[in-house]
């Protein structure tokens, strides 16, 4: 079985702070694992994804993630948020490239 | 170029009643999903295309909902005696081939109502 949990439905964070979204990851096998991001009104964008290359993952718009397989984690980070970064986060698992599973989300605000 | 586009955006229906939701795919892609997105929840698969055939279908909560997609490009995702349950943002996505390596590219969703 597979699955992702979010922690912290909600993070707010002060313009050019340090973001930090965190998602563990369940699966009984080696995971392929993504981050999606979904602006108001709009559809879901791939952020990065892990695809058992190297474990630090960069990204589209400055965010980057690491795979951490001892503590089965692989949380998004981007050193200084800006203001457009306002939007809903979701991590995802697959191990089959057919299901994917989703976290909850996480709902970011940036303080300006 | 365009991207992947559903119809309707919003759709409300009354309990008991059918629906179907559309899915244009981006071009070329052979790979399509459904998922549904209820209310504070991530995305939930429900059905996977390739081509023309549902490749995993193992999603979808009950026979009431049923998808296809006849000539391997549109889908049309079909929702018998909706129940108030059904309420939810239901999401299509495409990809080039299909596999977790495979970006997906999501519509913005239909947002069903079941009153």
């Known amino acids: 079985a597979q699955s992702v949990t979010q922690l912290g439905s909600h993070v707010s964070v002060s313009e050019g702070a340090l973001v930090l979204l965190r998602c563990n990851y369940s699966s009984s096998v080696p995971p392929y694992l993504f981050w999606y991001v979904q602006y108001p009104n709009q559809g879901l964008q791939l952020l990065l994804k892990?695809?058992?290359?190297?474990?630090l993952v960069k990204g589209i718009n400055g965010f980057e993630a690491e795979f951490k397989k001892s503590e089965t984690s692989f949380h998004l980070t981007k050193p200084s948020a800006h203001m457009s970064d306002a939007a809903e986060y979701f991590c995802?698992?697959?191990?089959?490239?057919?299901?994917?599973?989703f976290g909850t989300g996480t709902s970011l605000t940036v303080i300006p | 170029g365009a991207g992947v586009s559903q119809t309707p955006s919003n759709k409300v229906t009354e309990k008991g009643k059918y629906v179907e939701l559309r899915c244009d795919p981006i071009s070329g892609h052979t790979a399509l999903y459904w998922y549904r997105q209820s209310l504070g929840q991530g995305p939930e698969f429900l059905i996977y295309f390739q081509g023309t055939g549902a490749a995993d279908d193992s999603g979808l909560p009950n026979d009431r909902f049923f998808a296809v997609r006849p000539e391997g490009s549109v889908s049309t995702l079909k929702i018998q005696r909706t129940e108030r349950g059904d309420s939810a943002v239901y999401l299509c996505?495409?990809?080039?081939?299909?596999?977790?390596?495979?970006?997906?590219?999501f519509g913005p969703g239909t947002r069903l109502t079941v009153l």
């Open positions: 995802a698992v697959s191990n089959t490239g057919n299901q994917f599973y």
């Open positions: 892990y695809t058992s290359a190297a474990t």
């Open positions: 996505a495409s990809s080039l081939q299909g596999g977790f390596t495979d970006t997906q590219y």
